[in-house]
Nanobody, 119 residues
Framework: QVQFVESGGGLVQPGGSLRLSCAAP????????MGWYRQGPGKERELVAG???????NYADSVKGRFTISKDSAKGTVYLQMNSLTPEDTAVYYC?????????????WGQGTQVTVSS
């Protein structure tokens, strides 16, 4: 069973930083492109950062220059370093394959980790 387990969220002031972690099967992190997604209040879930099998990265315009995605395939872990956070970054953050595992089947999404940016 493929599972994605996110951690590292919390409450942070505007301008602050957080580092999110995602635990996934090592084979998935090694063999598939991975992504960090987020769903803000009243919004659709969106892809904010992706990393290819070979380590190439891409970002949504809204986070470009502030967020950095990376991975440690040997540990089966994907990271999202978030800097210069703004209230607009408040959301539940999820990781998954990119595109999402099994066509986005809800059974394969983790619980996510809440990020709240507020003073």
């Amino acid at each position: 069973q493929v599972q994605f387990v996110e951690s590292g969220g919390g409450l942070v002031q505007p301008g602050g930083s957080l580092r999110l972690s995602c635990a996934a099967p090592e084979i998935v992190v090694t063999m598939y492109a991975m992504g960090w997604y987020r769903q803000g209040p009243g919004k659709e879930r969106e892809l904010v950062a992706g990393i290819t099998r070979r380590g190439g990265t891409n970002y949504a315009d809204s986070v470009k220059g502030r967020f950095t995605i990376s991975k440690d395939s040997a540990k089966g872990t994907v990271y999202l370093q978030m800097n210069s956070l703004t209230p607009e970054d408040t959301a539940v953050y999820y990781c998954n394959a990119n595109p999402p595992w099994k066509g986005g089947d809800p059974a394969y999404w983790g619980q996510g980790t809440q990020v709240t940016v507020s003073s």
